[in-house]
């Protein structure tokens, strides 16, 4: 099992503010994702990483940014946050188990909500 | 990548096994069947993939058809603490491809 942590869980934060949420992965996964999920709504992958300094859009377009300096660390940056940015987000990171074979594992979550 | 089809929802008695289906009629030879859960207000939760052989784990047991156009994963005994939001993709390249659409929410009643 991979042991993926995101802070803060939760926050709140005023309309304007820039923010930095953080992932930190400790198994040595290249891969890294960041995702984004309002309440009861499906998964949208808004950035990916194959390994360090290599960040990918994902199929939502989002106006946050990403970082990978470190393998184990992905964090995602809000430069002005805004209400529409309210949401949770979801950090993962992938082991490869052979060929094309790809698992995902999970952060618990950073439920953001912009005021 | 092929697209899948599965029930909005499901109900099914606590201690009684879990059959949740998975059409992926268009599924090509190469692309693997994955089952990820997602338990309320948490991230996704691996449970499972295979590509055409039947898989069990600690989790579930994964069921692939002959022809490889539909699945079944089963929890053989289910708890309360499945109700959750079962997905089911079947793709070969990376990660990023997985597609988390609706899933089948699966509700456990004592």
């Known amino acids: 099992e991979a042991d993926i942590y995101q802070t803060p869980r939760y926050l709140v934060i005023g309309t304007g503010k820039k923010i930095t949420l953080e992932c930190s992965q400790t198994?040595?996964?290249?891969?890294m994702y960041w995702y984004q999920q309002d309440p009861g709504m499906e998964l949208h992958l808004i950035h990916y990483?194959?390994?360090?300094?290599?960040?990918e859009k994902g199929d939502l377009s989002s106006e946050s940014t990403v970082s990978r300096i470190r393998t184990e660390h992905f964090p995602l940056t809000l430069e002005s946050a805004r209400p529409s940015h309210t949401s949770q987000y979801l950090c993962?990171?992938?082991?490869?188990?052979?060929?094309?074979?790809?698992?995902?594992?999970f952060g618990s979550g950073t439920q953001l909500s912009v005021l | 990548d092929a697209k899948t089809t599965q029930p909005t929802s499901m109900d099914c008695a606590e201690g009684r096994a879990a059959n949740l289906p998975c059409n992926h009629s268009t599924i090509s030879g190469n692309e693997y069947v994955y089952w990820y859960r997602q338990i309320h207000s948490q991230g996704p939760q691996y449970i499972i993939h295979?590509?055409?052989n039947n898989e069990t784990n600690e989790m579930a047991s994964l069921i692939i058809t002959e022809d490889r156009k539909s699945s079944t994963l089963i929890l053989p005994h289910a708890t309360l603490r499945d109700t959750a939001v079962y997905y089911c993709n079947a793709l070969s390249e990376g990660a990023q491809k997985l597609v988390f659409g609706q899933g089948t929410r699966l509700t456990i009643n004592p």
């Open positions: 295979g590509l055409k």
């Open positions: 993962a990171s992938s082991e490869f188990t052979g060929g094309q074979e790809e698992k995902l594992f």
């Open positions: 990483s194959y390994g360090v300094n290599s960040t």
């Open positions: 198994m040595g996964h290249d891969k």
